[in-house]
C-alpha cells in the first residue's frame, strides 16, 4: 500500500461509479449488499431437526395448546412448549402455484406452496409440494415430508410430495 | 377522551415513479395542498406530527420522518414515526388521534409517504416479503400474493367464492377511479380482461393486485374547539378500533366466530375461525371502532366505506370482516352490486389500492383524504370539478387499513361534524 502523504492538498481520484441513467434529476444506479450473522436462537432444534429427517412443532406443557410450527412459549396461554412430533404425513390445508415471485425466487417459478394440516394438531406448516402438476393440486390431498440429504438450514430443508409416490 | 377532527387532507398522484421529487418534496406537496385548504392554520399552531412509512429498505434512509418533520419546518415540535406494514397509514391517523384525545396535543400532522420506485417490481416483492418471518415464510417462497392466494384459495373452498366475483371488484374499483385525477390505474375494465389478465400466483391474476407506487399524503386532527376554529366544514373521527394476528399465516387457529352485535352463533355453526381464509385482526378492529362509534348494524349506518384492496380476494373478505355480510358472502356481496357506487354501501368509491396504487405509507391517509372530502361534499372541487364520485349527502364513512396477513388492521369511523 502506497504511503499516505498528509501533506497533499488534493483529494485523490477515484475510479469508481455507478451507472448513471440521467441528469435532471440526477438518477443512478449502485449494488449494495451485507454478509449478515444469524442465530436461529430458541427455534435452532427445529433445523436440526430437518437435518436428522424429523419434522418438529410445539406442544405447551400447561394447557396441551399444539403448534405447527416452533414456538418455545405457547401462544394461548404464555407457558414455555415442548418439542413434538409431528406426522411425517399429512394433508393439504390450501394451495397456491406462483408463477412469479421476489426476485431472490423468481428463477424458481412456477412452485407451488402449501399449507400442511394434521389431525390433532392446532396449526398449520407451510411447506412446498414438489411433482405435482399444478392443475392436479387439491385442498385434502396426502402428502408426506421428505427431506434434502444436503441440509441447508433453512425451512425449504423439507418438502411435501404426495403420499402415494 | 376528547373528541378529534379530520380538519383537512392532502395527496399527490400515486405514480409509478417520481424521479424530480424525493419523500421530502412529495409530503410537503401534500401538507400544502392540506394547508391551502384551511388558511386560518398556520405552521406555529401545529403542535406536532406522526411520520408514516412501512420500509426502511425502499427509502435507503434511516430516520426519515425526522427529515419530513424538518423539511416541513416543524423542528423542534414533537414528532414519532410509525411502522406497522401495510396498516402503517391507517395507524398514524390512529396515533394523531390519540395525540388529541388524549389532551396531549391540539393540532396534529399525520404525514406518510413511500417510494417503491428505487428498486424493480420483483426486487420490489422481496422488500416487501421480508415483512413475513424471515426464518419459516420468506424462505420457503416469499413472496405476498402467494400468502393471499392460499388465502383465498381456502375461501373459495369453504365458501364457494369464485373467481369472476373476485374479477367484479377489479372492474368495479377501476371504473370508479376513471373520475378519480388522483389515481396511477384507472381502467375500464371487464371481468374477462381480469380473468385474461396473466397469473401471478393462482388464482390472483395481474389486475386482481394493487401496483407499486409512488406517493405522499398527509391529514391533519385537531381537538373540537380548533376544529371549529379552522373550518366550518369538520369531520369528527367517532371511533377507532385496531386488530393484529400471528405473524405466520400457519400459526392462525381454528376457532368461533368472534360476533358482532347484529350477528348470532347460529349464523356459523360449523365455521372454524380464522384459519386462512379471514382477518380476525379485522374483526376486532371493527368491533372496537364500531363500540365507541355505537355502530349496531355497519351495513345499515354506514354511507360509504374505503377499504385495503391490495388483493381483489382481501376486498372480499373484508366486507365480512366489517360484518358488511355474513362471513362466506363476501363474493355474493360483490357480486349483487351492493358495493358499487350506486350500491346499498359503496365499497372503495375512490377505486381504493387496486386503481389508486399503493404507496405503503400513504396508503391509510390517502383512505382518510378521500373519506373526508366525500364527507365534507368536496370531491367534485377536489377531482378539477368532475363530482361523479361525489355520494349524496353522506354523513359515516369506514376506513380500513391492513398489514401482512391480516397482521395488523386498523378501522377508523369518520362522520360529519357540522
Ligand atoms: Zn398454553
Known sequence: MAEKNISSTKLEEVEQGCVLYNLDPIIMKYHYEVDYIHSYAQDSPFFAGLAKGELKGSRCTKCGSTFGTPRSHCMNCGAPT????????????????????????????????????????????????????????QIGMEVKARFRRLSQFKPTDVYFVKADV | MRPVYMVSGGITKFSKASPNKDFRYMVKESF???????PDLTLDRIDGSVASYFSD?????????????DYLGLTPKPSRRIESGGATGGM?????WEAIASGRMDVVAAFGFETMSHVNTWKGN????????????YPVGGFYTGYYAMMVKRHMHEFGTTVEQLAAVSVKNHKNAMHNPYAQFPAELTIQDVLNSEMVSDPLKRLDICVMSDGAATAILASEEMAYKLTDKPIRITGVGTGTDAMRLADRPSREVILLPHENPEDYKNLKYPGVHSFRGGRVA?????????????????????????????EIQTYEDLGLCKYGDGGKFVESGAADLNGKVPVNPSGGLLACGHPVGATGLMQSVFAFWQLQGNVSKHFGGDG????KNPKRGLIHSHAGTGTYITVSIMERGF
Not at chain 1, 394440516?117 to 398449520?124: N, S
Not at chain 1, 406448516?125 to 414438489?130: A, E, G, N, P
Request: a negative charge.
Open chain 2, 388 to 391: 361523479a364520485l361525489q355520494l
Open chain 2, 32 to 38: 400544502d395542498s392540506a394547508m391551502a385548504d384551511v
Open chain 2, 126 to 137: 422481496e422488500f416487501i416479503a421480508l415483512a413475513s418471518d424471515t426464518n419459516f415464510d
Open chain 2, 286 to 314: 371493527a368491533k372496537e371502532a364500531y363500540k365507541m362509534a355505537k355502530i349496531e348494524n355497519p351495513l345499515e349506518e354506514l354511507d360509504f366505506v374505503e377499504l385495503h384492496d391490495a388483493f381483489t380476494s382481501s
Open chain 2, 92 to 96: 398514524c391517523f390512529q396515533s394523531a
Open chain 1, 82 to 137: 415442548e418439542w413434538m412430533d409431528l406426522p411425517l404425513n399429512g394433508k393439504i390445508h390450501t394451495f397456491t402455484t406462483c408463477y412469479f415471485g421476489g426476485q431472490e425466487f423468481l428463477d424458481e417459478t412456477p412452485f407451488t406452496l402449501i399449507m400442511v394440516e394434521w389431525p390433532g394438531v392446532d396449526t398449520f406448516f407451510l411447506s412446498r409440494l414438489v411433482g405435482v402438476a399444478p392443475e392436479d393440486v
Open chain 2, 57 to 69: 429498505h425502499f427509502t435507503r434512509q434511516l430516520m426519515a420522518g425526522i427529515m419530513v418533520h
